[in-house]
Nanobody, 130 residues
Framework: QLQLVESGGGLVQPGGSLRLSCAAS????????IGWFRQAPGKEREGVSC????????THADSVKGRFIISRDNAKNTVYLQMNSLKPEDTAVYYC???????????????????????WGKGTLVTVSS
């Protein structure tokens, strides 16, 4: 029973903050690169923020750079996405993914047709609206 579970989504007002969590069960995240992806209604799933296995290298989509922070706590077997200064266009289902071999950079630029991640969560909905 190997699984990634996202949590922390919900309704937030523009300018607000939210922290998402991605917890692994059945395996350890220590050696996996982790990425946060999102899919808005009618749009393709896109990479948002990714982090390598050591936590020393991160990458972000231009649309969230300076607003989102990805971090990992291997002791908790959990990866976080701190989202600040949220905008309505951030509204989407957010997914986390883990891969043994990919780098953070490679994960975040992948398009859905090329997805080759080892594990995916089921997603958590973030709605940014007044």
């Amino acid at each position: 029973q190997l699984q990634l579970v996202e949590s922390g989504g919900g309704l937030v007002q523009p300018g607000g903050s939210l922290r998402l969590s991605c917890a692994a069960s059945g395996f350890t995240l220590d050696y996996y690169a982790i990425g946060w992806f999102r899919q808005a209604p009618g749009k393709e799933r896109e990479g948002v923020s990714c982090i390598d296995s050591s936590g020393g290298s991160t990458t972000h989509a231009d649309s969230v750079k300076g607003r989102f922070i990805i971090s990992r706590d291997n002791a908790k077997n959990t990866v976080y996405l701190q989202m600040n200064s949220l905008k309505p266009e951030d509204t989407a289902v957010y997914y986390c993914a883990a891969d043994w071999g990919l780098t953070a950079q490679a994960m975040c630029v992948m398009t859905p047709i090329d997805y080759d991640m080892d594990y995916w969560g089921k997603g958590t909905l973030v709605t940014v609206s007044s």
